[in-house]
């Protein structure tokens, strides 16, 4: 009876009174029931697409890829508005509906329910509508392991050097291509590795790609490294497809440093996909090989810079001291230190008691002195003992090989002597300097 009471009035007001229309009609059993119904609906449907795009969004991420920051507000606010319309529901249902011992119905509760309804019913529909995106998600280039910064490197003051001047000659627009060069394990590498970090901190390239070529020159390996970083990726299956593609990546970068490391032959540029000099001014080339003439004549570089592995006494003195693994893993690095004259037996006793009257040194504070320096000596012969087994490896190998393999392995062979005695003359001068070292550290002890 309630019912029908309701709905006769409803209809009265819609004749005589409709703007309050709207409002009375939430008053209504079936109406009411209908805007729970299509709450319930859209809610379903919302989650639905809540956990499609939840897929899409770790597929991405598996993948390695960044969320786009609109889809990660949007999963948040459907999350939101599906717990409230969740909780709604449960409340509606333990909702008290009926008045009068149950004979009519609680007309202002439903009026409050219906009303909700709707309104968390439009709060779905602009979500969902929201929800329709071009991309979920897009490719980051992670930063290269290779050029992360290295806490553990201290270079010696000659490498500090060698670094400013090549940081210098970057900066010089005149210069688009230089090298690095000398023996094999002096530190190419690792010097390059700390100009590439440098650039970038310093803010000189918009970006940095580094290559190993070595000896076999694989181009689609270092087309791959140098596209890796620059987030490109490749359709073209033919080298020179991947070439033009990555030379026209590579225009578009304002200003990038290109390292390639460890070269042995002339490498076609061009044959790459590197682009350089009046083709792109703002794209530089760093090399890294063991001969001058590859880097001078063979790759045409404009400036390069010699590591040595030279001998100066005092700086060797203090920087083994401070730190004895960099003597190890680095060898003695040539510093613009000459070297002490010899002294003789009075002289050495006379400069014991120099020191002895600043600061007379212990024996124990000298033990470690001593340590380190047999440890610079050890590592040296090693290095030379292991030039003479490449040495006669090589020989032993050399007539195996067609004649035209064996030109370059006599250029290699080259190579190898030249570091042989270059090794040969550094043990000797640091034998001497041990010696002379221990001879002052005896005098002092004596004294």
């Known amino acids: 009876m309630a019912e029908i009471i309701v709905t006769i009035v409803v209809e009265v007001i819609k004749c005589l009174a409709p703007p309050a229309y709207r409002q009375i009609s939430y008053l209504r059993e079936s109406k009411y029931a209908s805007n729970l119904q299509i709450l319930r609906t859209e809610v379903e449907n919302l989650k639905s697409e809540r956990v499609s795009t939840q897929h899409k969004v770790d ?17 948040a606010r459907s999350n939101n508005v599906i717990e409230e319309a969740d909780k709604f529901t449960n409340d509606e249902a333990t909702a008290n509906k009926h008045c009068f011992k149950g004979l009519c119905p609680n007309l202002k509760t439903r009026l409050r329910l219906s009303k909700e ?31 992360m910064s290295n806490k553990d490197y201290e270079a010696f003051e000659s490498r500090m050097s060698i670094l400013n001047e090549i940081i210098d000659a970057l900066k010089n627009p005149d210069v688009s291509m230089l090298g690095i060069y000398g023996m094999g394990g ?32 694989d181009i689609r390996k270092i087309q791959g490294e140098i596209a890796d970083k620059l987030g490109l990726k490749f359709a073209e299956e033919s080298e020179s497809g991947r070439a033009r593609r990555l030379y026209d990546r590579l225009k ?10 460890n070269i042995w032959e002339n490498l076609d540029l061009k044959a790459v996909g590197i682009p350089h000099g009046d083709y792109h001014k703002g794209c530089k080339v760093l090399l890294t090989a063991r001969s001058i003439d590859t880097l001078s004549k063979k790759m045409d570089s404009q400036q390069n810079f010699l590591i040595e592995l030279r001998f100066a006494r005092t700086q060797v003195a203090h920087e083994a001291m401070a730190n004895p693994s960099n003597v190890a893993q680095e060898g003695v690095v040539g510093v613009d230190v000459p070297p002490e004259p010899s ?8 400069q014991g008691k120099n020191r002895g009257k600043s600061k007379a040194p212990s024996v124990d504070a000298l033990e470690p002195r001593v340590g380190t ?41 080259n190579i190898l002597r030249d570091e042989f005695h270059s090794f040969h003359d550094e043990l000797l001068k640091l034998r001497s300097f041990v010696q002379d070292e221990l ?3 005896r005098a002092e002890v004596d004294e």
């Open 59 to 75: 597929e991405a991420e598996r993948k390695g890829e960044e969320i786009e920051e609109i889809v990660k507000n949007w999963l």
């Open 117 to 147: 309804a709707v309104r968390l019913t439009e709060a779905i529909v602009k979500v969902r509508e929201a929800g329709r995106f071009d991309n979920i998600s897009y490719s980051i280039i992670p930063e290269d392991t290779l050029l």
């Open 186 to 217: 002096i530190g190419k590498t690792t010097l390059a590795k700390e100009v590439a970090r440098r650039a970038e901190n310093d803010k000189l390239f918009d970006q940095v790609v580094f290559s190993e070529v070595s000896e076999s020159q």
């Open 252 to 261: 578009k970068e304002k200003r990038i440093l290109v390292i390639l490391d």
């Open 343 to 350: 002294r003789g037996r009075e002289g050495e006793r006379a």
């Open 373 to 413: 320096l047999e440890i610079a000596l050890s590592a040296t012969q090693d290095n030379l003992e292991g030039l003479e087994r490449r040495v006669d490896n090589l020989k032993g190998e050399y007539a195996e090989f067609t004649v035209a393999t064996k030109a370059l392995m006599h250029e290699q062979a």
């Open 439 to 441: 001879r002052a550290v």
